[in-house]
C-alpha cells in the first residue's frame, strides 16, 4: 500500500542496487528517478568510499546526500558539504596499521577523497576494476599524524587470512566497531570494515533525517547486509532484499524481491509510488 507520508527513501548499494555484475537495472534505476521527482529525497548508504560511488551518483542523477563509510560519513560530494563525521582516532589508526601489517594482511584506508594502501595486491586490483578506485600507495608509519581517516578496510579471501582478521577483531571489537560485507561480483573476499566506535548506518540515518527535517517515521529504508541492521531499526518502515542475509529479514517490515529481479523498484512502486 503506498503511504503519501514518506519523505526519505535510503537505499544500500551492493546486494541492493547492485547485481553481481555491478550493473543497475533500468528498472531500479527508473523507480528511484520516479520517486525523486515525487518529492522523496534519495539518499544512498553504504560501505563504500565516496569515489566508489560517483559513478552511480551519476547514473541514479543524484545530487543530494548520502552516507558513505557505512554510515561515518554523511556527505554531498557536488557541494563537498559534511553533515556528519566520525573519524577513527589517529592513535587507533597507528595500531591498526601495525597489527594488520605483522598479520600481513591487507588494509585499506580512506580519507574522504584518497584511498591508501601500502602495496599492490590482488585487492587493489578489486578495489581498481569494480569500485573504479585508484590507490594512493603510501607506506603507513605516520599516515595517522598526516590524514583524517574516515575508515578502514582489512580484506580477506582465504579461510587463514579470515581467522587472521578474526583475531584482529577479538583484540579491537572494544575500540572499533567492526561491520562484514560482501558484493555479489566477489562472494569469496570478506570486506572487513573498521569504524570509529559507535559507528553505523543507523545513527547516520539520524544525522541526516534530522539535518532534513524529516521525521524517521517517514523514512523508508531498502537493504540486503547485516551492517545494514541498524539502518532497517531506524526506519519507518524496513524492506529487506529477497537475497539478504536472514538477520536482516528477522528486522523487516517488508521482504520484497532480490537483486536480480528488481526488488528495489518493486518496493519503491508498491510502498511509496
Known amino acids: 500500500m503506498t503511504d503519501k507520508s514518506r519523505k526519505l527513501l535510503v537505499v544500500d548499494i ?32 553504504t560501505g563504500r568510499a565516496v569515489a566508489a560511488c560517483l559513478p552511480i551518483l551519476e547514473r541514479l542523477a543524484l545530487d543530494g546526500y548520502h552516507m558513505f563509510f557505512d554510515g561515518a560519513l554523511v556527505y554531498n560530494q557536488r557541494k563537498a558539504e559534511e553533515v556528519y563525521v566520525k ?69 580477506v579471501r582465504s579461510a587463514e587470512e579470515k581467522a587472521r582478521a578474526q583475531d584482529i577483531y577479538q583484540h ?12 555479489p561480483a566477489y562472494p569469496e573476499v570478506d570486506f572487513i570494515n573498521v569504524r570509529a566506535i559507535g559507528v553505523s548506518k543507523g545513527k547516520a540515518l539520524e544525522a541526516l533525517a534530522s539535518f532534513l ?22 526506519a519507518g518502515l524496513a524492506i529487506a532484499m529477497g537475497n539478504a542475509h536472514d538477520e536482516l529479514k528477522a528486522v523487516a517490515d517488508h521482504v520484497t ?17
Open 172 to 183: 579491537f571489537k572494544d575500540q572499533l566497531s567492526f561491520s562484514w560485507t560482501i558484493t
Open 213 to 234: 527535517e524529516v521525521p524517521l517515521n517517514d523514512v523508508v529504508a531498502i537493504g540486503d547486509g547485516t551492517n545494514d541492521v541498524s539502518l532497517l531499526s531506524t
Open 257 to 273: 524481491l532480490d537483486v536480480d529481479h528488481n526488488g528495489v523498484a518493486a518496493a519503491v512502486d508498491k510502498f511509496l509510488l
Open 14 to 45: 551492493d546486494g541492493t542496487l547492485l547485481n553481481r555484475d555491478g550493473a543497475i537495472s533500468d528498472e531500479d534505476a527508473g523507480a528511484l528517478a520516479r520517486a525523486c521527482r515525487s518529492g522523496i529525497h534519495v539518499s544512498l548508504s
Open 87 to 155: 573519524p577513527v582516532s589517529p592513535s587507533l589508526v597507528k595500531q591498526i596499521a601495525d597489527v594488520t601489517r605483522r598479520q600481513e594482511l591487507n588494509l585499506d584506508l580512506y580519507s574522504i577523497t584518497h584511498f591508501f594502501t601500502e602495496r599492490e595486491t590482488w585487492a587493489t586490483d578489486i578495489r581498481r576494476r569494480f569500485f573504479n578506485l585508484k590507490p594512493t600507495v603510501i607506506n603507513f608509519d605516520d599516515i595517522w599524524q598526516r590524514e583524517r581517516i574516515i575508515k578502514a578496510t582489512i580484506v
